[in-house]
């Protein structure tokens, strides 16, 4: 009796046998973007634009805050594992 062993047939790119990317890799574009952003918000004031932002524009620095935080923050409770679910509710201050 012989073995005979077959490739698999889908090893393109993301196929079987080829995973791509590991987990939790950042794609270079997106680290080059959030690069530059933080350099623009450096150059625009860092914290004091923000602070102007946030006092002229509440919702949408809300919404940035909403995008920023973690939506499950975990930590250590009495009886073992806590979870928090954080929620972000936006009012419309013009209803």
């Known amino acids: 009796m012989t073995t005979q062993t077959t490739k698999p047939k889908n090893t393109t790119k993301f196929g079987k ?3 791509g990317k ?3 890799a950042v794609n270079k574009v997106t680290k080059e ?3 530059m952003i933080l350099h623009a918000l450096d150059d625009a004031g860092g914290i004091e634009y923000l602070k102007r932002k946030a ?3 509440p919702a949408a620095f809300i919404a940035l805050i909403g995008k920023t935080l973690p939506l499950t923050i975990g930590g250590a409770g009495a009886d ?3 979870l928090h ?3 972000v509710v936006i009012v419309d201050p013009q209803t």
Request: neutral net charge; hydrophobic residues 20%.
């Open 55 to 57: 006092e002229s524009h």
């Open 22 to 24: 590991p987990k939790g």
């Open 33 to 35: 973007l959030k690069e």
């Open 17 to 19: 046998g080829n995973p």
């Open 85 to 87: 679910r954080v929620e």
């Open 80 to 82: 073992g594992a806590l």
